[in-house]
């Protein structure tokens, strides 16, 4: 069926280097797109959301890029902390639906 | 921002024993709520969709019977896994829509802290 999808389950940058986090998704109906962050042995927290008229919303050190030519979402972090070691979904909303679907995750190594 | 807890964060039980999860939106009433599973390494997948007043909508591959949801009020579900077995040891995350944040509109889910079943 239709998923949401990582490229990377792995990453390790450097402190204080960026770091960019892609997740591709193939459901063509989705129409909103959230990033979340998880800790260990936390539940996932907000970091930001798009729609799919957008291409592009930025947040405090985070950036969200949607191509939906390719479908394609990317989280890009910067300047990046030790605290922001932690796994990352992105998590589709279909139109219409209410229940959201994450994609596989990715960890992401702060090293100092 | 709104706060969603969860209870017990941590539950040991015997094999065949029931356990009750509960899940509660503070400061806010959340007509739905979303129970989602979690095993080590892996994704969060969504389990049943809890409604208030109403039965909940359980996702293909979810026994009913045996992961019963109940929504009694605005403010809390609560998910009872019955006659549990080892397999049904993980992480427990419940959910409810957090409005006014995000875009305009917005689908946000916030996060309980889960709660983490082994069943021994």
């Known amino acids: 069926g239709e998923s949401v999808g990582l490229h990377l389950p792995t990453l390790s940058v450097q402190e204080g280097d960026n770091s960019i986090i892609n997740c591709a998704y193939s459901n063509s109906a989705s129409d909103y797109f959230i990033w979340y962050k998880q800790e260990s042995g936390k539940g996932p927290q907000f970091i930001i959301d798009?729609?799919?008229?957008?291409d592009k919303r930025q947040g405090q050190r985070v950036t969200v890029l949607l191509n939906k030519t390719v479908k394609h979402l990317s989280l890009q972090i910067a300047a990046t902390q030790p605290g922001d070691s932690a796994v990352y979904f992105c998590?589709?909303?279909?139109?219409?639906?209410?229940?959201?679907?994450f994609g596989q995750g990715t960890r992401l190594t702060i090293n100092p | 921002g709104a706060v969603v807890s969860q209870h017990p964060s941590r539950v040991i039980c015997k094999s065949g024993t029931s356990v009750k999860i509960e899940c509660r939106s503070l400061?806010?009433?959340?007509?739905?709520m979303f129970w989602y599973r979690q095993f080590p390494k892996q994704s969060l997948m969504l389990m049943a969709t809890?409604?208030?007043?109403?039965?909940?909508t359980y996702e293909q591959g979810v026994e009913k019977d045996k992961f019963l949801i109940n929504h009694a009020s605005l403010t809390l579900s609560t998910l009872t896994v019955t006659s549990a077995h080892p397999e049904d040891s993980s992480f427990y995350i419940c959910?409810?829509?957090?409005w006014g944040v995000g875009v305009a509109g917005a689908n946000v889910l916030t996060f309980g802290a889960g709660s983490r079943l082994t069943v021994l």
């Open positions: 998590a589709e909303n279909m139109k219409g639906a209410q229940k959201l679907v």
């Open positions: 959910s409810a829509r957090e």
């Open positions: 798009i729609r799919s008229n957008m």
């Open positions: 400061d806010f009433q959340a007509t739905t």
């Open positions: 809890s409604n208030e007043g109403s039965k909940a």
